[in-house]
């Protein structure tokens, strides 16, 4: 069983499985918890209220009530007569009530009248100030948070004492026993933790059912603010030190009040249904995870199992495949897989023959540098067995003096293809071979690159031939060069000895001719400095060029450089030159010096063509790994018959040439491995072709 949880197709659908399950439980029971808990708080919502509406209509009955007795004791002051009456209705007020503390009257002056009961425990300031206050204002007042002498809290209802004329008479004011008050919030406190609370205008706390919070200010709190703008409605936050939620409304006379009890207390009940929730969530994903855990199983077996086939058949320790009986789609797929197996068994078997039967070295490698295939002609080569190279980098292998040699690797990093290219390979004794090389990257089914593929022949042998061969062939040139060099030597030589014996007989005269020997000499001199340039031509064709001159170029630049020193001949004949380039850059790897030569004997050759101006073009294009130069004048041509010669040494078509202009060019170009060649029409002009090998420059 366990094999089936290491396989990664059973991790992912189990995983896909879970993660459904979960997410979707997850879900439904966050959306329950959701309404669960928005049902709740919208019913604390309403129920919080009605208490707050309900204890408030109670608290402004009873101080309206407290008012209105306050009203009919003020007939103690107005009617002097009946004091006794209206004495004893006070003395009944506060036996009857627990909430009066104590009534007391005055006169007008603030004198005290009667106390009732006869107890000093006010502080007379806070009497003069409601005293004062009801002299102006001629009515009731309720007073914000009193402090009594002993530390008690109190606030006061007072009402004026008025004659017929309206005038102020004195007042009677009733101090209220808070602590009463407060048993009446706690009556309608919300459970154990739950909090009513009076707040005066200040903000401070009246009366509470909580001796904990006794003395709390709200003036900077939210709830103070609220109350102080006479507003109403419900506020959930931190309160009391604790999260609460809370109704609050104005209650009267200034007075507010809040009814509220914690977050924690209020959603208590919501929690058991959530505990029972979660239970019953967890039950449901065990069951759904273990049907999940067998459904998966059931359908990755049979796909486990044709996994295991193709592995084996990949190793080579399976040649066919066995039906999966499962009766469905994967049954079919076993078994168009197996034909898939056999045919790609015949054609591999096919491959390996024909790569057998190949007499040239062949290799692959995978787009590491690691071989693939090797071939019996790779082994015949290299001398190395396939099994000791297959799954090595070539790199690995001593093929090559050094690692940047390897064509297969140039053929990977720059993604380039060498064809026919001329190099070298050591085999396992290190000996080594000249060989000519193919090396071209393939692609795998979606372009993208899947290792390379060399070819490689084993050329010591034609290298040798071909060395024997231009051995003879140079011979044979030289002995040319000799019959020409003596040709062209011949004539001077004649005219020399002809000038030295005629100058000879002027000087035995008496009186000898200077002009004429003058003259003689000239023609001496002259025939000399033939002499001179014609071996000097012959030195430059024969001279091979040092490897150490050459280094990067770019052809182009050259290509500017002498159009731009030439550029007042062409303007004295007239010439247009146009320049066509299909790339702003031709590198190559050659002798700067000896490629401007050849460049510039081609242009003064088209210069002395167009002696009636024209038009030079000069082109830059790419040919696969060569770039190609071509020159065209529009000079009158040289015939079909000619053009062959050209480039033969002393061949020439101006009658002050030596012929070995285009002899040397041609040379220089074979020495930097290309080809010069004409093409030419009588009358029309004449295109000189330049092939160089294409290098790309740093």
């Known amino acids: 069983?366990?094999?089936?949880?290491?396989?990664?197709?059973?991790?992912?659908?189990?995983?896909?499985?879970?993660?459904?399950?979960?997410?979707?439980?997850?879900?439904?029971?966050?959306?329950?918890?959701?309404?669960?808990?928005?049902?709740?708080?919208?019913?604390?919502?309403?129920?919080?209220?009605?208490i707050a509406r309900t204890l408030g209509k109670r608290i402004g009955f009873t101080i309206t009530k407290m008012l209105d007795d306050m009203r009919f004791a003020s007939s103690y002051v107005r009617k002097v007569n009946e004091r006794e009456f209206y004495l004893s209705e006070m003395q009944g007020l506060v036996a009857r009530n627990p909430l009066y503390l104590s009534i007391q009257a005055y006169d007008k002056d603030?004198?005290?009248?009667?106390?009732?009961?006869?107890?000093?425990?006010?502080?007379?300031?806070?009497?003069?100030?409601?005293?004062?206050?009801?002299?102006?204002?001629?009515?009731?007042?309720v007073s914000d948070l009193i402090t009594l002498q002993d530390g008690r809290k109190t606030f006061a209802v007072a009402y004026s004492a008025l004659d017929e004329n309206e005038a102020f008479l004195g007042a009677v004011i009733a101090f209220v026993n808070i602590n009463v008050l407060s048993d009446y919030l706690k009556e309608l406190k919300i459970g154990q933790r739950g909090i009513n609370a009076v707040v005066d205008r200040e903000g401070r706390l009246i009366a509470v059912s909580s001796r904990d919070i006794e003395g709390t200010s709200l003036k900077n709190h939210v709830l103070g603010q609220y109350l102080y703008k006479e507003r109403f409605g419900i506020w959930e936050g931190e309160l009391f030190d604790q999260r609460m939620i809370v109704a609050y409304r104005p209650v009267i006379y200034g007075f507010g009040l809040i009814v509220g009890e914690p977050i924690t207390q209020s959603l208590e009940p919501a929690y058991h249904v959530m505990?029972?929730?979660?239970?019953?969530?967890?039950?449901?994903?065990?069951?759904?995870?273990?049907?999940?855990?067998?459904?998966?199983?059931?359908?990755?077996?049979?796909?486990?199992?044709?996994?295991?086939?193709?592995?084996?058949y990949r190793e080579n320790k399976r040649r066919k495949f066995?039906?999966?009986?499962?009766?469905?789609?994967?049954?079919?797929?076993?078994?168009?897989?197996?034909?898939?197996?056999?045919?790609?068994?015949?054609?591999?078997?096919?491959?390996?023959?024909?790569?057998?039967?190949?007499?040239?070295?062949?290799?692959?490698?995978?787009?590491?540098?690691?071989?693939?295939?090797?071939?019996k002609g790779a082994e015949e080569l290299t001398l190395y067995k396939r099994e000791e190279?297959?799954?090595?980098?070539?790199?690995?292998?001593?093929?090559?003096?050094?690692?940047?040699?390897?064509?297969?690797?140039?053929?990977?990093?720059?993604?380039?293809?060498?064809?026919?290219?001329?190099?070298?390979?050591?085999?396992?004794?290190?000996?080594?071979?000249?060989?000519?090389?193919?090396?071209?990257?393939?692609?795998?089914?979606?372009?993208?690159?899947?290792?390379?593929?060399?070819?490689?022949?084993?050329?010591?042998?034609?290298?040798?031939?071909?060395?024997?061969?231009?051995?003879?062939?140079?011979?044979?040139?030289?002995?040319?060069?000799?019959?020409?060099?003596?040709?062209?030597?011949?004539?001077?030589?004649?005219?020399?000895?002809a000038a030295a014996e005629a100058i000879q007989l002027e000087l035995k005269d008496e009186q000898p001719k200077l002009a004429l020997v003058s003259e003689l000499t000239g023609d001496i001199l002259e025939s000399t400095d033939r002499m001179n340039r014609l071996l000097a031509d012959f030195l430059k064709l024969s001279k091979e060029e040092p490897e150490g001159n050459r280094t990067?170029?770019?052809?182009?630049?050259?290509?500017?450089?002498?159009?731009?020193?030439?550029?007042?001949?062409?303007?004295?004949?007239?010439?247009?030159?146009?320049?066509?380039?299909?790339?702003?850059e031709a590198w190559v790897f050659g002798d700067k010096n000896?490629?401007?030569?050849?460049?510039?004997?081609?242009?003064?050759?088209?210069?002395?063509?167009?002696?009636?101006?024209?038009?030079?073009?000069?082109?830059?294009?790419?040919?696969?790994?060569?770039?190609?130069?071509?020159?065209?004048?529009?000079?009158?041509?040289?015939?079909?018959?000619?053009?062959?010669?050209?480039?033969?040494?002393?061949?020439?078509?101006?009658p002050e040439g030596t012929g070995l202009g285009l002899s040397i060019a041609h040379e220089i170009i074979l020495q930097h491995q290309g080809k010069i060649y004409a093409d030419s029409e009588l009358g029309q002009g004449t295109t000189l072709y330049v092939q160089l090998p294409k290098e790309k420059g740093e």
């Open 1 to 50: 069983m366990l094999h089936f949880f290491r396989s990664r197709i059973m991790k992912r659908y189990l995983l896909l499985t879970l993660v459904v399950i979960l997410f979707t439980l997850t879900s439904l029971y966050y959306l329950t918890i959701q309404v669960l808990d928005s049902s709740v708080r919208e019913q604390i919502e309403l129920r919080d209220d009605l």
């Open 110 to 141: 603030g004198s005290l009248l009667v106390r009732i009961p006869d107890v000093t425990m006010f502080d007379s300031n806070e009497i003069r100030r409601i005293h004062d206050r009801l002299s102006w204002s001629k009515t009731y007042y």
């Open 275 to 312: 505990i029972v929730l979660f239970q019953g969530f967890l039950v449901v994903l065990l069951i759904a995870v273990g049907l999940g855990v067998y459904g998966t199983a059931r359908v990755v077996k049979p796909i486990l199992e044709l996994t295991s086939q193709v592995k084996e």
């Open 322 to 375: 066995r039906p999966i009986l499962t009766r469905d789609e994967l049954q079919d797929l076993s078994v168009v897989m197996g034909e898939m197996a056999k045919e790609l068994t015949d054609k591999e078997r096919r491959l390996f023959y024909i790569l057998e039967s190949i007499p040239y070295c062949i290799i692959t490698t995978d787009r590491n540098g690691k071989i693939t295939t090797f071939n």
């Open 389 to 497: 190279v297959i799954g090595k980098s070539i790199v690995d292998l001593p093929l090559k003096a050094s690692r940047e040699d390897f064509i297969s690797l140039k053929t990977l990093q720059e993604g380039k293809a060498f064809e026919e290219t001329e190099s070298y390979i050591y085999d396992k004794h290190m000996v080594k071979h000249d060989v000519r090389i193919y090396s071209s990257l393939f692609h795998g089914e979606y372009n993208e690159v899947a290792g390379t593929i060399i070819v490689m022949k084993d050329v010591s042998d034609i290298k040798k031939l071909e060395l024997y061969l231009k051995q003879s062939e140079r011979l044979a040139s030289l002995g040319q060069l000799t019959a020409g060099v003596a040709h062209e030597i011949k004539n001077p030589l004649s005219i020399i000895h």
């Open 552 to 584: 990067w170029l770019n052809i182009i630049e050259l290509l500017n450089e002498l159009l731009h020193l030439l550029r007042n001949k062409w303007n004295d004949r007239g010439i247009e030159v146009i320049r066509s380039y299909e790339a702003e």
């Open 594 to 654: 000896r490629l401007t030569q050849v460049f510039l004997n081609i242009f003064l050759n088209s210069l002395d063509a167009m002696e009636n101006g024209g038009t030079l073009i000069v082109r830059v294009k790419e040919i696969k790994q060569h770039w190609e130069i071509s020159v065209s004048d529009t000079g009158k041509g040289i015939p079909q018959g000619t053009l062959r010669w050209i480039f033969n040494p002393f061949f020439s078509t101006k």
